[in-house]
């Protein structure tokens, strides 16, 4: 289901779940074409019915010149969304917009505009965490940096921490687009991509404590994000491959995986997008009343559409 124009480059969805509306919200970067440098703004779009129907776009983030990419979503502390985006025209600048619960197109604000050093390319969703807020953020070039941040305040500021380097030998290999997934006991669950084809990799966050990153059995993500979505004992990894336009699901109890990444069973097929390899994928899941709400998108050069499929 096409739920977005489709006259634009609309690209890079994310979705996420106001309980408080009742209300599914999806951030997206829409702009002229794939390449950086155009024009580009963060839009939402809403359904009050469980993806039955959606509202017309709205630009949450719009600024003549500038070139939003980037956004991600995830919650604070009271349930709340939080959107990151960042603007890749200048360095350093990134915005963090929050939605109060219950609230409309118009009420989102921003939050905070963090200056970070190192600065990082790209920030994933918040993930609330015993009372903190915690996500993984990468800078690609230079360094091959995989940086934790950290907010005791809700959202309001931010510490940082590079937790480890990946490809800071110039090779250009490194671990991007970070998901993570909040847990019981003070626990997350992130995982990564390699931009070279090198997997998908996973990190756990403990009480405080960031784990080294280890190198999944997830092989068939090809250059795309995955997405995490709890279901009780169990986490569902999402994604889709590029080289078949298949988006797959992985089920798995957290016990198997938590201390084993290489654990994860064998996929199954969800749903078909279609094969490309620049034009497609960015598969984002929010769950609601038992069902999985999943977007990406695809499209061509200069034209592409969000879409949408429940999953039971």
């Not at 989102?108 to 050093?117: G, H, K, Q, V």
Request: charged share 20%; proline share 6%.
């Amino acid at each position: 289901m096409q739920i977005t124009p489709g006259a634009t480059y609309e690209s890079w969805p994310q979705i996420g779940y106001d309980p408080t509306a009742e209300r599914l919200w999806v951030a997206y970067s829409n702009g002229e074409e794939h390449e950086a440098g155009d024009d580009r703004s963060v839009d939402m779009v809403f359904s009050d019915d469980q993806g039955e129907t959606w509202s017309s776009p709205t630009a949450v983030i719009a600024d003549v010149g500038t070139e939003w990419r980037s956004p991600a979503l995830g919650y604070d502390l009271d349930g709340a969304l939080l959107c990151w985006a960042a603007n890749q025209t200048t360095d350093n600048e990134h915005m963090l917009m929050r939605l109060p619960p219950g609230g409309d197109a118009g009420d989102w604000a921003e939050l905070a505009t963090p200056s970070f050093s190192p600065w990082p390319t790209q920030i994933g969703g918040p993930v609330p965490v015993d009372g903190r807020l915690v996500c993984l953020a990468n800078r690609a070039f230079p360094g091959g940096l995989v940086i934790a941040l950290e907010s005791d305040d809700n959202g309001e500021t931010w510490t940082q921490e590079t937790i480890f380097t990946q490809g800071g030998d110039g090779s250009g290999t490194h671990l991007v687009e970070w998901r993570g997934c909040a847990l019981p006991g003070g626990r997350a669950l992130f995982h990564g991509r390699g931009n070279d084809d090198i997997g998908v990799w996973q990190v756990t966050y403990d009480n405080g404590v960031w784990s080294t990153q280890e190198i999944t059995n997830i092989d068939d993500a090809y250059d795309q994000p995955v997405w995490l979505s709890r279901r009780g004992g169990w986490i569902d990894c999402y994604y889709d491959s590029r080289t078949d336009g298949i988006i797959r699901r992985r089920s798995a109890r957290l016990d198997d995986v938590w201390a084993n990444p290489l654990a994860w069973p064998a996929p199954r097929e969800v749903a078909r997008g279609i094969v490309s390899m620049q034009n497609a994928g960015y598969v984002s899941v929010a769950r609601s009343k038992g069902v999985d709400h999943l977007v990406w998108y695809s499209g061509r050069h200069v034209a592409c559409a969000i879409r949408y499929a429940p999953i039971t």
